[in-house]
């Protein structure tokens, strides 16, 4: 009885896995959007934001669908980050952006709803970036700009996490697709930070793309 019942269990885990890995496809894209970081500077207590810094974000990613309604999906983009902070000194407007780039790496689980011609989806995951450039423009009315290279004082890696939902269309050889992803930074962003004092950076991506059929 007991071989009968093995027999039949392994039976039903191949057929279980003959089922996911037949529906298993890959799908190759690019991906152009536009982004809006900022930091967050946090000291006892108190949690200080600068303004939004607005940019680019552009790469590729590869649609991993696992079921129909899951897929994994890596990415490779260029991120452009950082914030901009404005004050008013004695009839004086001094401000300061920070002008930071990176290469990110998100690994991302999309779990999707089908409907016809059309899959809304939500998202998550982790984002690692790998720092490429690091500058900092101060700028005073009257008074020539100034600029700054912060790379050697800023943490190589940035990471997070990612949220979002999109939308993607099924056309005969392209899947188009539009998609909202929310970052939270884990990490400092100094290589040597204060103890007493905490700045991670945080932003959206508005992106659209395509992706191939293979």
């Given amino acids: 009885m007991s071989k009968r019942f093995l027999s039949i269990v392994a039976g039903a885990v191949v057929l279980f896995n003959a089922a996911v890995f037949a529906q298993v496809s890959v799908q190759p894209g690019i991906t152009v959007g536009m982004s809006s ?3 967050k500077s946090s000291s006892s207590g108190i949690t200080v934001t600068a303004d939004s810094r607005m940019g680019l974000v552009a790469g590729g990613v ?4 696992v079921m129909n309604l899951l897929s ?7 991120s452009m980050r950082g914030m901009k902070m404005e004050e008013s000194i004695q009839g004086y407007t001094e401000t300061i952006t920070d ?5 990110a ?3 991302h689980a999309k779990l999707k709803y089908p409907l016809p011609m059309m899959k809304p989806y939500a998202l ?4 690692l970036g790998i720092l490429l450039s690091a500058k ?6 009257g008074q020539p700009s100034e600029e700054y290279d912060l790379k050697d004082s800023s943490s190589t890696v940035d990471m997070g996490l990612d949220f979002g939902a999109g939308i993607e269309f099924s056309l005969p050889k392209i899947t188009p697709f539009v998609e909202f992803v929310y970052y939270m930074g884990l990490l400092d962003l100094a290589k040597n930070p204060d103890p007493d004092v905490s700045t991670k950076s945080n932003g959206w991506e508005i992106k659209a793309g395509l992706k191939f059929k293979m």
């Fill in 37 to 39: 970081f900022t930091e």
């Fill in 105 to 107: 790496i998100p690994v």
């Fill in 136 to 141: 900092q423009k101060w700028e005073m009315t």
């Fill in 72 to 78: 994994i999906e890596p990415g490779l983009l260029y």
């Fill in 124 to 127: 998550a995951g982790l984002n």
């Fill in 99 to 103: 002008n930071f780039s990176y290469l």
């Fill in 62 to 65: 590869f649609d991993i669908s």
